[in-house]
């Protein structure tokens, strides 16, 4: 845990999937150590929070929804963000991926 806070130039989910054994991890590009300094994350705290309900409406438990519906549904919000949006849900174990790019409910 100290690591974790003093190392101040490694991507923080790198250095997570790191300590659970994954190597060869891609830097998140939205954490506070992929962020230069001074510029926000590319999806804003609000459209965050519409993608997000959005899509937790939108799964179901037990049957798999592909991506592009997911991005139909969120079209006033860019490609890039949802799938940022998605990522997330999956790290805070909200939502499951599936074959492809498809998700659900957990």
Same mark, same amino acid.
């Given at each position: 845990?100290?690591?974790?806070?003093?190392?101040?130039?490694?991507?923080?989910?790198?250095?997570?999937? $790191?300590? @659970?054994?994954?190597?060869?991890?891609? #830097?998140?590009?939205?954490? *506070? +150590?992929?962020?230069? &300094?001074?510029?926000?994350?590319?999806?804003?705290?609000?459209?965050?929070?519409?993608?997000?309900?959005?899509?937790? $409406?939108? @799964?179901?438990?037990?049957?798999?929804? #592909?991506?592009?519906?997911? *991005? +139909?549904?969120?079209? &006033?919000?860019?490609?890039?963000?949802?799938?940022?949006?998605?990522?997330?849900?999956?790290?805070?174990?909200?939502? $499951?991926?599936?074959?492809?790019?498809?998700?659900?409910?957990?």
């Amino acid at each position: 845990v100290i690591n974790y806070i003093n190392n101040q130039k490694q991507c923080r989910s790198v250095q997570l999937l $790191e300590y @659970l054994g994954e190597q060869d991890s891609e #830097p998140c590009g939205i954490c *506070i +150590k992929c962020m230069p &300094k001074g510029k926000k994350s590319s999806v804003e705290k609000e459209d965050y929070i519409r993608i997000r309900n959005t899509i937790i $409406e939108s @799964l179901e438990t037990k049957i798999f929804t #592909p991506i592009h519906k997911l *991005i +139909k549904i969120n079209n &006033k919000h860019p490609e890039k963000a949802v799938r940022k949006v998605l990522d997330r849900l999956i790290e805070l174990n909200l939502i $499951e991926k599936g074959n492809g790019e498809t998700f659900k409910l957990k």
